[in-house]
């Protein structure tokens, strides 16, 4: 666990306090679509106010024009969904660079969104410090955006008086390094998504940690090339194919391995009322496309995630959206359900996986995260937490 300021160790009573929180939540007609990130946020915000700091909350929201105030990007929605959680209104304010914002003790406010802002993105060093002086402590509990040093997350810290880490920021920290600094043995990885190459960075940094790596979707059938199959019409990096079976033998020389399907179902055209076919995935034929493991993989990989010590996902294993492709996904669900492993989920696609099967309460730790996670599996320096760990220092 990174070495920071806590702020559960702080006296915040009578103290200004600016939270970063990311509040990054999708809206749709002015109403918030899906509060996850809202809720997560909740036991910071709660615990500054209970202490009787004046409390301020910052986030971004979108990708608004620099510099330029757009309604569809406004936190007023993310303003009015936290203050029914809080049980109170939670006013937000717009020009609050000058420093003029007036914050009761035990009171909340929304500063709009520090994408109006000119500089934030490249962490301009006068609108850092017009932040820093908001504030006597700044709280980063924004882990979904610590990957990017950006003014709210990264400078604000330089300059405040203190800066600190939030229980949420603290929570996702501790989760990671429980999983990938010293993770109970077997150790299962697994990793899918439509491209190796988004993701090749975190398989090669896995593939040096895990007893097994599970790959699966469009990636899959990246390695099932490799191992020799064909894949018909599926997605699949033909270039990226000597990598994969480099990958493969790494695992091998380190005693670990890629289990790859042994079935497969497949479909013509991605489409949601394709039929879904059963196949063997030596059967594969030049017009068909892979969209789901099939149920002897499906099993054969619950029997791994069953016995493992520490499993670490990111991503389904096929196109779960649609109901006849999706019982692979479903299955490995199912499967992080029963084990008595560590378990630690992150990046969108399978908290919405998830969510459709209902395991929610059932993984050890979910993050909220998606580019911070993928980095931080990566073993990546996160400027903001690297920032943090400097102010612990003093």
Same mark, same amino acid.
């Given at each position: 666990?990174?070495?920071?300021?806590?702020?559960?160790?702080?006296?915040?009573?009578?103290?200004?306090?600016?939270?970063?929180?990311?509040?990054?939540?999708?809206?749709?007609?002015?109403?918030?679509?899906?509060?996850?990130?809202?809720?997560?946020?909740?036991?910071?915000?709660?615990?500054?106010?209970?202490?009787?700091?004046?409390?301020?909350?910052?986030?971004?929201?979108?990708?608004?024009?620099?510099?330029?105030?757009?309604?569809?990007?406004?936190?007023?929605?993310?303003?009015?969904?936290?203050?029914?959680?809080?049980?109170?209104?939670?006013?937000?304010?717009?020009?609050?660079?000058?420093?003029?914002?007036?914050?009761?003790?035990?009171?909340?406010?929304?500063?709009?969104?520090?994408?109006?802002?000119?500089?934030?993105?490249?962490?301009?060093?006068?609108?850092?410090?017009?932040?820093?002086?908001?504030?006597?402590?700044?709280?980063?509990?924004?882990?979904?955006?610590?990957?990017?040093?950006?003014?709210?997350?990264?400078?604000?810290?330089?300059?405040?008086?203190?800066?600190?880490?939030?229980?949420?920021?603290?929570?996702?920290?501790?989760? &990671? *390094?429980?999983?990938? %600094?010293?993770? $109970?043995?077997?150790?299962?990885? !697994? +990793? #899918? =998504?439509?491209?190796?190459? @988004?993701? &090749? *960075?975190?398989?090669? %940094?896995?593939? $040096?940690?895990?007893?097994?790596? !599970? +790959? #699966? =979707?469009?990636?899959?059938? @990246?390695?099932?090339?490799?191992?020799?199959?064909?894949?018909?019409?599926?997605?699949?990096?033909?270039?990226?194919?000597?990598?994969?079976?480099?990958?493969?033998?790494?695992?091998?020389?380190?005693?670990?391995?890629?289990?790859?399907?042994?079935?497969?179902?497949?479909?013509?055209?991605?489409?949601?009322?394709?039929?879904?076919?059963?196949?063997?995935?030596?059967?594969?034929?030049?017009?068909?496309?892979?969209?789901?493991?099939?149920?002897?993989?499906?099993?054969?990989?619950?029997?791994?995630?069953?016995?493992?010590?520490?499993?670490?996902?990111?991503?389904?294993?096929?196109?779960?959206?649609?109901?006849?492709?999706?019982?692979?996904?479903?299955?490995?669900?199912?499967?992080?359900?029963?084990?008595?492993?560590?378990?630690?989920?992150?990046?969108?696609?399978?908290?919405?996986?998830?969510?459709?099967?209902?395991?929610?309460?059932?993984?050890?730790?979910?993050?909220?995260?998606?580019?911070?996670?993928?980095?931080?599996?990566?073993?990546?320096?996160?400027?903001?937490?690297?920032?943090?760990?400097?102010?612990?220092?003093?």
């Amino acid at each position: 666990m990174a070495n920071v300021i806590r702020m559960t160790d702080l006296d915040l009573a009578g103290k200004r306090v600016l939270i970063r929180a990311d509040l990054n939540v999708p809206v749709k007609d002015g109403k918030v679509t899906s509060d996850a990130r809202i809720s997560a946020s909740l036991g910071t915000i709660k615990a500054a106010l209970d202490q009787g700091a004046h409390v301020m909350v910052a986030s971004h929201l979108g990708r608004p024009t620099e510099g330029e105030f757009s309604e569809d990007d406004s936190l007023a929605p993310v303003a009015k969904d936290l203050g029914d959680k809080l049980g109170r209104e939670v006013r937000l304010e717009r020009d609050y660079l000058g420093g003029n914002v007036e914050v009761g003790a035990g009171e909340v406010v929304m500063l709009e969104n520090v994408r109006f802002n000119k500089g934030e993105k490249k962490n301009d060093e006068a609108l850092s410090k017009q932040y820093a002086a908001l504030c006597d402590v700044f709280v980063m509990d924004a882990f979904g955006t610590a990957h990017r040093a950006q003014a709210s997350t990264h400078g604000v810290a330089k300059f405040a008086p203190v800066a600190c880490a939030g229980t949420l920021l603290t929570e996702e920290l501790e989760a &990671l *390094t429980k999983a990938l %600094a010293n993770p $109970a043995r077997p150790m299962v990885a !697994i +990793v #899918g =998504g439509s491209k190796v190459s @988004t993701k &090749l *960075t975190v398989l090669e %940094a896995l593939a $040096a940690k895990v007893d097994q790596l !599970i +790959v #699966g =979707g469009g990636i899959a059938n @990246t390695f099932v090339k490799a191992a020799g199959h064909g894949v018909g019409k599926s997605l699949c990096e033909d270039d990226l194919v000597p990598t994969a079976k480099a990958l493969m033998d790494k695992l091998k020389s380190n005693g670990a391995n890629i289990p790859l399907p042994t079935d497969v179902v497949v479909g013509k055209q991605f489409d949601e009322n394709e039929p879904a076919v059963l196949k063997r995935v030596e059967d594969v034929a030049d017009d068909d496309m892979i969209f789901d493991i099939g149920p002897e993989s499906a099993e054969a990989l619950a029997k791994v995630i069953e016995n493992a010590g520490t499993v670490v996902w990111n991503g389904p294993v096929g196109v779960f959206e649609f109901d006849q492709f999706g019982d692979g996904t479903k299955r490995i669900s199912q499967a992080i359900a029963d084990t008595k492993a560590f378990t630690l989920a992150g990046g969108g696609d399978t908290i919405a996986a998830i969510q459709k099967y209902d395991i929610y309460d059932k993984v050890s730790y979910i993050s909220t995260a998606g580019g911070a996670f993928l980095e931080f599996l990566e073993g990546k320096t996160l400027p903001a937490v690297a920032m943090l760990e400097e102010r612990a220092k003093g």
